[in-house]
């Protein structure tokens, strides 16, 4: 009888654990369903429709195009405008990121230290970014063109008096300045929260040990800023690369062509030159370049992890 017992009761848990794993999977199913949905019909449909359109010469409204193959992407290869505006967008990267890093991270390991006024001043350097690039642009292009030429010609100020917009090699100065002050704010964020991980003993024993600030700060307090320096380069080249509104608000793609980024020129192919399959394969290659990129990215700085050899 015992022996039964045994088996009967062994049978009846093991039915109801699988049925509670059954349950389980479909509360799971039923709760993800949504989102899953919803990413399939904004993302991975949009994805494949777009390879798709890309292989085409669709012109974006009339219901009746060719199948070219791989004829856009290779004409691509060899547009000059798209090469040049591809030049622009790496130059405006590297300028965007160091420029972002280097004051995010400075004003983080400030606003981390007893300053006074420390949390008014974090909502101050934050609130830049509540406001839309475009705002920021407008307000930006005011500034250039009226605030900054008379200031400089009221002070006497030749360089001053100028718009730094007005020329073919000043213009993306204009606009790396405008997208640091209004992009700073979050990598600064998450600076800010990494440093809570660093373990303050550290820095303690590498001080009694004789270690100066720049030792301490390059040894201790940048390996544990590794997962954040992550995340901010790869949204900070993404954003790079892709930079828009503040071109549409301050350049409009010029002097000539001169600030014409590679979103600003698939914006042009696209919606005023009627060439959307071609415009398609311009940003699949875009996609492909900011992909590689983070990969690379990603697996270079995680190796300097903590804990990583």
Known sequence: MEVVRTVWTRFFDRTATQSYARSSSRIFLILTLP????????????????????LTDWDGISKKYNIIGFANYLEILKDKRFLDSLLFSFKYTLLAVVLKM?????????????????????????????????????????????????????LGIEWLSVNILGSAKTAIYGLIITNVWHGVAVPMIIFLAGLTSVPKD????????????????????????????????VVT?????????SIVALTDGGPGTS????????????????????????????????????????????KKEVGQL
Do not use: C
């Not at 909502?123 to 005011?142: D, E, H, M, R």
């Not at 030792?215 to 997962?227: G, V, Y």
């Not at 080249?237 to 509104?245: A, D, R, S």
């Open 35 to 54: 989102a899953l949905l919803l990413h399939t019909a904004f993302f991975a449909y949009p994805v494949v429709m777009g390879f798709f359109f890309s």
């Open 102 to 154: 280097a004051i995010a991270l400075a004003l983080a390991l400030l606003l981390s230290g007893n300053v006074k006024f420390r949390n008014f001043m974090r909502s101050v350097f934050f609130f830049p970014a509540v406001l839309s690039l475009i705002t920021i642009g407008l307000i930006f292009n005011q500034i250039y063109y009226e605030i900054l030429p008379k200031a400089g010609e009221a």
């Open 202 to 233: 550290l820095h303690e024993a590498a001080r009694i040990d004789g270690a100066t600030g720049l030792q301490r700060f390059f040894s201790i307090t940048l390996p544990f800023l590794i997962p954040m320096l992550n995340v901010n380069l």
């Open 237 to 245: 080249i993404k954003g790079g690369l892709t930079v828009f509104e």
């Open 259 to 302: 600030t014409e980024s590679i979103a600003f020129l698939i914006y042009r192919h696209g919606l005023n030159e009627f060439k959307f399959g071609y415009a398609t394969a311009e940003s699949i290659y875009i996609f492909l370049l900011i992909a590689f990129i983070s990969f690379i990215q990603l697996k270079w700085l995680n």
